[in-house]
């Protein structure tokens, strides 16, 4: 069991940065794959970022990259989403998710689910 606390969302402007931080607890957390997906309202939640279990492999979703880093410090068990160059259509909840052994790229890998952090974009 991994319980997944995401913080750091907040109202914004466009082209601000913006740093999202997921606290993680529960056993061998390092052990998991992590990841960073969107919810934009009327939405589907959808795939952003995803960082292997030894923070050695990044994968983005096509929209977000170049503009999201993800990284994560096993040692202090967090995952982070840094996102630069804010767009309006970068509003939503977003939430940190975790997985097991395989890239979490999709919802149907994802294990366990944080409780969300809005971000709002303004232009």
């Known amino acids: 069991q991994v319980q997944l606390v995401e913080s750091g969302g907040g109202l914004l402007q466009a082209g601000d940065s913006l740093k999202l931080s997921c606290a993680a607890s529960g056993r061998a957390f390092s052990d998991h794959a992590a990841g960073w997906f969107r919810q934009a309202p009327g939405k589907e939640r959808e795939f952003l970022a995803t960082?292997?279990?030894?923070?050695?492999?990044?994968y983005y979703a096509s929209s977000v990259k170049g503009r999201f880093t993800i990284s994560r410090d096993n040692a202090k068990n967090m995952v982070f989403l840094q996102i630069d160059s804010l767009k309006p259509e970068d509003t939503g909840v977003y939430y940190c998710?975790?997985?097991?052994?395989?890239?979490?790229?999709?919802?149907?890998?994802?294990?366990?689910w944080g409780q969300g952090t809005q971000v709002t974009v303004s232009s």
């Open positions: 960082i292997s279990w030894s923070g050695s492999s990044t």
């Open positions: 998710a975790a997985g097991g052994r395989i890239l979490v790229t999709d919802r149907t890998n994802v294990k366990y």
